[in-house]
């Protein structure tokens, strides 16, 4: 079923369909997700930060773009972690990871070829020892307790259905003083009706009777990643709402719908969005 949606939308990696079809332009949007990531993990230098490192990246769908970038700034091992299984040595990655080798600086792209390679009819080859991809549908990561340096995500975590045993597989697989970086986007992804917010007041049965496999958001605000982070012992230690949704959106919802608006303070109704920094003590 998640193929074959997939199939119907033309889109199965960033949820943009042009975006997901122009190589040069993915490699590209890809490039700055890792560079968002690169100033929240090293101010310095980030070859020396991510030297021998294990990383996980939630939610790559189909492309290994942001991995190969880890992989070619020092990384040690990147582990992709998805819902759904997915072809990883695709034409489309073989594409992606020649326009990369093209456009890093000279001594990344002796570290990438040391990892990858091309056969006789052009395909990729990959050391799947240094990058690897797991799938799971109830998104707990089959990975060793204390194992990981480094957990990254964007746009990933306000899909996930079952965010509470994601935070615990995530605080079990991290090392002590393991970092994660997540960037998050709360709006409708244009599932709203009248106001940004009224998808806010759907039934939780009727929403997943709207959403099943169209990888809908879950409706979880800032206030429930924040409890998350509490119940599960990490040290939060950055915080940005990244976009706000406008002030009449908000005022609309509680006018029309008090009873449902009720459950959410000003702070959690504003925020569109959010990147945050999280360690394991």
């Given at each position: 079923?998640?193929?074959?949606?997939?199939?119907?939308?033309?889109?199965?990696?960033?949820?943009?369909?042009?975006?997901?079809?122009?190589?040069?332009?993915?490699?590209?949007?890809?490039?700055?997700?890792?560079?968002?990531?690169?100033?929240?993990?090293?101010?310095?230098?980030?070859?020396?930060?991510?030297?021998?490192?294990?990383?996980?990246?939630?939610?790559?769908?189909?492309?290994?773009?942001?991995?190969?970038?880890?992989?070619?700034?020092?990384?040690?091992?990147?582990?992709?972690?998805?819902?759904?299984?997915?072809?990883?040595?695709?034409?489309?990655?073989?594409?992606?990871?020649?326009?990369?080798?093209?456009?890093?600086?000279?001594?990344?792209?002796?570290?990438?070829?040391?990892?990858?390679?091309?056969?006789?009819?052009?395909?990729?080859?990959?050391?799947?020892?240094?990058?690897?991809?797991?799938?799971?549908?109830?998104?707990?990561?089959?990975?060793?307790?204390?194992?990981?340096?480094?957990?990254?995500?964007?746009?990933?975590?306000?899909?996930?259905?079952?965010?509470?045993?994601?935070?615990?597989?995530?605080?079990?697989?991290l090392k002590p003083g393991?970092?994660?970086?997540?960037a998050a986007d709360l709006?409708?992804?244009?599932?709203?009706?009248?106001?940004?917010?009224?998808?806010?007041?759907?039934?939780?049965?009727?929403?997943?009777?709207?959403?099943?496999?169209r990888g809908a958001p879950?409706?979880?605000?800032?206030?429930?990643?924040?409890?998350?982070?509490?119940?599960?012992?990490?040290?939060?230690?950055?915080?940005?709402?990244?976009?706000?949704?406008?002030?009449?959106?908000?005022?609309?919802?509680?006018?029309?719908?008090?009873?449902?608006?009720?459950?959410?303070?000003?702070?959690?109704?504003?925020?569109?969005?959010?990147?945050?920094?999280?360690?394991?003590?």
């Amino acid at each position: 079923m998640p193929a074959a949606i997939n199939r119907i939308r033309h889109t199965t990696g960033t949820g943009n369909p042009q975006l997901d079809h122009d190589i040069v332009q993915l490699v590209e949007y890809s490039k700055g997700v890792f560079e968002k990531y690169c100033r929240h993990i090293s101010q310095t230098d980030i070859c020396a930060a991510l030297k021998n490192k294990t990383i996980v990246e939630l939610g790559p769908g189909d492309t290994m773009a942001t991995g190969l970038f880890f992989l070619a700034y020092g990384a040690a091992r990147v582990v992709c972690f998805d819902r759904f299984k997915l072809i990883v040595n695709s034409p489309k990655n073989t594409l992606i990871a020649r326009q990369i080798l093209s456009i890093l600086p000279e001594p990344q792209q002796l570290i990438l070829q040391t990892i990858l390679s091309f056969d006789n009819q052009g395909q990729m080859r990959l050391d799947i020892t240094r990058l690897q991809y797991q799938h799971s549908l109830n998104e707990k990561i089959d990975l060793e307790n204390n194992s990981v340096d480094i957990i990254v995500s964007n746009a990933v975590l306000e899909h996930v259905q079952n965010l509470d045993a994601l935070f615990a597989s995530m605080y079990r697989i991290l090392k002590p003083g393991g970092l994660m970086v997540h960037a998050a986007d709360l709006k409708s992804h244009d599932l709203h009706h009248t106001t940004e917010l009224d998808f806010l007041t759907v039934p939780d049965w009727l929403w997943w009777l709207m959403t099943f496999y169209r990888g809908a958001p879950n409706r979880k605000r800032w206030s429930h990643y924040k409890n998350l982070l509490n119940a599960h012992d990490f040290e939060l230690t950055f915080f940005k709402v990244t976009s706000r949704f406008p002030l009449e959106a908000i005022s609309t919802l509680r006018l029309s719908y008090p009873e449902h608006a009720q459950r959410f303070s000003n702070e959690d109704l504003s925020s569109g969005g959010f990147l945050f920094t999280a360690r394991k003590p």
